[in-house]
T-cell receptor, first 116, second 116 residues
């Protein structure tokens, strides 16, 4: 079956521009997570969706970052006025309903963002 | 705050060796622990997930153990092959309750190179 997909796979942008990153989770997965991996660093949690609501946005680094999810499916992560420190691989993961055995997270291939 | 540490940071071994990767975490109140591999330019592939009530999980040449009380997990790879070369990441999911919502805390990873 189809896994988590993300687009674009690579994005190069100029400082100050806005970017949108897309995540298509596994069909039927209600939980969706965004993480960021900067060069030489571990993965950092950004935001969590349960359905279309985001009960945990604690990892978003600034108000330039926002995310939404529609139809309990696709999610977009938007970064406004990009800065060079935003350069990273942005990874999306989805998971079946909380609780029980179905709590493994399945990751997409990531979007590599480079801000010049 | 949960912190996850992986040792060693890098490991280079000849093909055929058995090896052990270590992961430690500071807060033993975890729901589960997951081992991933990450290949360059690709996302994370889940290898093994150990629930907090379990002691170990096995998949093929991989065996992961969990000692929750001491905050440790090991990933054992038997008869290593060049195709095992990748970055191996350990991640813990917080225990039930509170507002953790299942977000994972990752270690920095162990870069494994298996040479022919």
């Amino acid at each position: 079956g189809a896994g988590v997909s993300q687009s674009p796979s690579n994005k190069v942008t100029e400082k100050g521009k806005d970017v949108e990153l897309r995540c298509d989770p596994i069909s039927g997965h209600t939980a969706l997570y965004w993480y960021r991996q900067r060069l030489g660093q571990g993965l950092e949690f950004l935001i969590y969706f349960q359905g279309n609501s985001a009960p945990d946005k604690s990892g978003l680094p600034s108000d330039r970052f926002s995310a939404e999810r529609t139809g309990e499916s696709v999610s977009t992560l938007t970064i406004q006025r990009t800065q060079q420190e935003d350069s990273a691989v942005y990874l999306c993961a989805s998971s079946p309903r909380k609780g029980g055995q179905g709590n493994e997270q399945f990751f997409g291939p990531g979007t590599r963002l480079t801000v010049l | 705050k949960q912190e996850v540490t992986q040792i060693p940071a890098a490991l280079s071994v000849p093909e055929g060796e058995n090896l052990v990767l270590n992961c430690s975490f500071t807060d033993s109140a975890i729901y589960n622990l997951q081992w991933f591999r990450q290949d360059p330019g690709k996302g994370l592939t889940s290898l093994l997930l150990i629930q907090s009530s379990q002691r170990e999980q096995t998949s093929g040449r991989l065996n992961a153990s969990l000692d929750k009380s001491s905050g440790r997990s090991t990933l054992y790879i038997a008869a290593s092959q060049p195709g095992d070369s990748a970055t191996y990441l350990c991640a813990v999911r917080p225990g039930a309750g509170g507002t953790s919502y299942g977000k994972l805390t990752f270690g920095q990873g162990t870069i494994l190179t298996v040479h022919p």
